[in-house]
T-cell receptor, first 113, second 114 residues
């Protein structure tokens, strides 16, 4: 079963507008969440994370929101730039998973100039 | 120089062949991982090692084996490759002492099994 889901395989956004990428999880024992960005021919790179004791974490243009009751997190990119075009993976970790990461299926973001 | 390197970057092999994918890291991390990425399935964990003497199966270990030759080296073997092992393979490392489960990935190995 897919414990971490990204239901939108792709997203297209105009440059300068907001990009919102969503992620849902089913395991209530997850307590740490991360977003990774992946460019073609490269490995995923860490982007931003959030602990379950917070509901928001911000780093420059990137903000992650966590709604624990809904088991939902989202990544907001404002303003979106063409260089943000990549595949974004959310991942979750927790004591029950032995600190291993469980990844979502990814969302391909295209930012149009 | 890259912190996590993988060799080869691309490989074509035939069904039934044995193949080894290698991973080296210069980050000094104890923990290393092997993942595969398939379209629509994200990254799935094959094997992981929390130190040289600790090897563990991930969610999809069947058909694979690993060897942790040193802290810096972690190899993945396909004993008898089959076409559904065609995928993009990633090695990753992490350092739990930093308090965050953040993993650092290599550039990937694209494997095609004919």
């Amino acid at each position: 079963d897919q414990q971490v889901k990204q239901n939108s395989p792709s997203l297209s956004v105009q440059e300068g507008r907001i990009s919102i990428l969503n992620c849902d999880y089913t395991n209530s024992m997850f307590d740490y969440f991360l977003w990774y960005k992946k460019y073609p021919a490269e490995g995923p790179t860490f982007l931003i994370s959030i602990s379950s004791i917070k509901d928001k974490n911000e780093d420059g243009r990137f903000t992650v929101f966590l709604n624990k009751s809904a088991k939902h997190l989202s990544l907001h990119i404002v303003p979106s730039q063409p260089g943000d075009s990549a595949v974004y993976f959310c991942a979750a970790s927790g004591w029950s998973s032995g600190d291993k990461l469980t990844f979502g299926t990814g969302t391909r973001l295209a930012v149009r100039p | 120089d890259a912190d996590v390197t993988q060799t080869p970057r691309n490989r074509i092999t035939k069904t039934g062949k044995r193949i080894m994918l290698e991973c080296s890291q210069t980050k000094g991390h104890d923990r290393m991982y092997w993942y595969r990425q398939d379209p629509g399935l994200g990254l799935r964990l094959i094997y992981y090692s929390f130190d040289v003497k600790d090897i563990n199966k991930g969610e999809i270990s069947d058909g694979y084996s690993v060897s942790r030759q040193a802290q810096a080296k972690f190899s993945l073997s396909l004993e008898s490759a089959i076409p559904n092992q065609t995928a993009l393979y990633f090695c990753a490392t992490s350092d739990p002492t930093g308090g965050l489960e953040t993993q650092y990935f290599g550039p990937g190995t694209r494997l095609l099994v004919l």
